[in-house]
């Protein structure tokens, strides 16, 4: 028995999704990805709830230290300028707003979606790709992480925190920042097997959010651990917004913008990769 090649005019005839299933994901665009971005605004309008209770905790943080701290400590030094240190603080708690706001969904959700609900095979059943699917949840956990960063940059400039003009481009910077996190959970979840294997996400948050020059500037650590600060992701989103928030700007910036560029790209390769390997036959 022998088989041939389907030709091109076999392939126009099949189901959407059958085409998806053995286009190459390289070449697969997303191009309805809109429809799974369309989809989580309508499950989230009727739990509003779940978005609104994350932009908490980064506010309570800034709060916390406009009203207590910062009448302890006295105005810190960045580039040879003396700041307060409530400016000083209120980038990079920006900055980790814009990381929480996009990994809660990157996460959790996405390994609920994908391992307990079953919600990916479900929308594969449909004219949707391995690419939509990716595309759609990597930008509805951006809108999540923008939302969350324009919302905190508001807070900011009411309570006197922003500092020059130059402080609107701290969104673009906080949307990058949720891009790139937002990219590396989705493609770090597709490896999970467990629930407890989230204990890992937890243990990795906390010293990237205590050791990224959000509290302290980056000359009060051991020379070692400078170095080792240097190249974490969250201390790059966090130089990004405070030079947007100071008016501070050098050449060397472009190299953090290289690097969250990067670990994005990076993070929505591998996660495309890993969701065709667990989705498809």
Not at 123 to 136: E, F, K
Not at 162 to 190: D, E, K, Q
Not at 252 to 274: D, S
Request: aromatic share 12%; net charge positive.
């Amino acid at each position: 028995m022998t088989t041939t090649a389907p030709t091109n005019d076999a392939l126009d005839r099949r189901p959407p999704g059958v085409v998806a299933r053995i286009t190459p994901l390289s070449f697969l665009g997303g191009r309805h990805a809109s429809r799974v971005l369309e989809r989580n605004i309508l499950v989230y309008r009727r739990s509003w709830i779940f978005i609104v209770s994350g932009f908490f905790e980064p506010l309570f943080y800034l709060l916390s230290i406009g009203v207590g701290l910062s009448h302890l400590v006295g105005p810190v030094n960045v580039d040879g300028r003396s700041v307060p240190y409530t400016a000083f603080v209120a980038p990079g708690l920006l900055a980790s707003s814009a990381m929480n706001g996009a990994m809660l969904d990157s996460t959790f959700l996405v390994f609920f979606k994908l391992k307990i609900a079953k919600t990916y095979d479900a929308m594969l059943a449909t004219p949707l790709g391995v690419g939509d699917v990716a595309l759609g949840e990597l930008s509805w956990c951006v809108l999540r992480g923008a939302l969350y960063s324009a919302a905190f940059l508001a807070i900011m400039a009411m309570l006197g925190y922003v500092v020059t003009p130059w402080a609107v481009l701290c969104w673009p910077a906080a949307v990058l920042i949720s891009l790139a996190f937002a990219s590396a959970g989705m493609a770090g979840t597709t490896f999970m097997r467990t629930w407890q294997d989230f204990d890992m996400v937890s243990l990795a948050f906390i010293p990237l959010f205590l050791f990224s020059a959000t509290f302290y500037p980056l000359t009060v650590y051991p020379g070692w651990l400078q170095a080792v600060v240097r190249v974490t992701p969250l201390y790059q989103g966090v130089v990004l917004v405070r030079a947007a928030d100071l008016g501070v700007w050098s050449w060397a910036l472009t190299g953090h913008i290289a690097y969250l560029v990067a670990m994005a790209v990076v993070g929505v390769i591998v996660t495309r990769r890993r969701l065709g390997l667990l989705l498809l036959p």
